[in-house]
Structures are given as C-alpha cells and as structure tokens.
C-alpha cells in the first residue's frame, strides 16, 4: 500500500511540474512575440527596400527616400487593420495604394517602377 502511495504521489509531482514547465514556456513566448512584434515593422520595410536596391539597382538616395515612404506607410496600415467597418477598411487600404504609387513613382525611374510593380504583384 506504501508503494501505492509512494507510486501516485510521484506521478502527481511528475505532472504537476509538467504543467507548470509548460505554463512558463508559454509565457516566454507570448513575450518574444510581442517583443519581436516591434520589429517586424521595420525588418518588413528593411527587406523590401533591400529587395528593390538588388533588382532595381537602386542609388544611396532613392534608398532612402524609399525606406522614409515605406515606414511612414507601414504606421498607417497598423491604424487600419483596426478599423471594423470593411467598405471604410478596403477605401482607406486603395487610398494608401495610390499614396505609396505616386511617391514610388516620384523616387524611381520608369524602368525601376516597373520592376516594382512585378516584385510586388508577385506576392
């Protein structure tokens, strides 16, 4: 009977820092993901300004000026995934498309804005 005991007491402390085990884990990463929720922001705008400065050829300058459009852009959507209302969402969305057009267009060459188009049309 004393091994009985001994036997379920040892299977209940097994469990029980299991659980707890798993429950820390969680927490940890709910935590990495709000931290790395920060970033994504700017490694998404990093990469797509990377990606145009290999296919378009791309100078210092309109790197930059591509990187400020793209940021100040990537806030905008964050305000707009909020909104609830979907006809407002999807207007607001085709707004924010023709803004990021006609800066782009003002930044890159004819032949540049074209290779954009494909990269981005791809996805």
Do not use: H, W
């Not at 820390?24 to 490694?43: C, L």
């Amino acid at each position: 009977m004393k091994k009985q005991l001994l036997l379920l007491c040892f299977a209940c402390f097994l469990f029980a820092g299991s659980q707890l085990s798993f429950a820390q884990t969680t927490i940890k990463k709910q935590n990495t993901a709000v931290s790395n929720a920060d970033y994504s922001a700017e490694k998404s705008v990093q990469k797509l300004t990377n990606l145009l400065e290999r296919e378009a050829k791309l100078d210092a300058t309109q790197k930059e000026k591509l990187y400020d459009v793209f940021a100040a852009v990537e806030k905008k959507i964050k305000g707009i995934a909020s909104i609830e209302d979907a006809t407002e969402r999807q207007a607001k969305k085709k707004k924010i498309r023709a803004y990021i057009d006609q800066k782009i267009k003002q930044v890159l060459t004819p032949a540049q804005y074209e290779i954009y188009k494909k990269k981005t049309a791809a996805k």
